[in-house]
């Protein structure tokens, strides 16, 4: 954990350059390795072909980030990770907001673990054993 799901509408994956935005998201993520261990990061895109913003008259879009979590972590650390991650977010599509009408937002949502299961070998490609040399 944590899940990163981006929504974006279909009219806006090459001026959002997606692929570059989920790196953006990761690595506010990785830089945060103490809150949010490295291996449990997953990010996907869903592009969006069917969806309607505002009144439909403009070539509106739309990117919605839902960051999904367990429950547990302060809002001290979780919120400006949060605001982190967004300001990355909004820095990426600065020039996407100079030339078109869009809509970015960031939903945090803390699950509760009943019920969740995992197995998850890939924390063990990341715990750096450093041994005296």
Do not use: S, W
């Not at 980030?65 to 949060?82: H, Q």
Request: aromatic residues 8%; proline residues 5%; negative net charge.
């Amino acid at each position: 954990m944590p899940h990163i799901i981006i929504e974006y509408t279909a009219n806006i994956e090459i001026d959002a350059r997606i692929p570059e935005l989920m790196r953006v998201v990761n690595d506010v993520l990785i830089g945060h390795a103490n809150a949010f261990p490295i291996g449990g990061i997953r990010t996907r895109a869903l592009r969006l072909e069917h969806y309607r913003m505002a009144d439909g008259a403009e070539d509106d879009a739309f990117i919605h980030v839902t960051f999904r979590i367990k429950a547990g972590r302060p809002k001290a650390v979780t919120g400006p990770i949060c605001a982190e991650m967004f300001g990355a977010m909004r820095a990426h599509l600065a020039d996407v907001f100079a030339r078109r009408y869009l809509g970015l937002t960031l939903e945090l949502v803390e699950f509760d673990t009943h019920g969740f299961h995992v197995e998850n070998n890939v924390h063990a490609r990341f715990a750096r054993i450093v041994e005296p040399q």
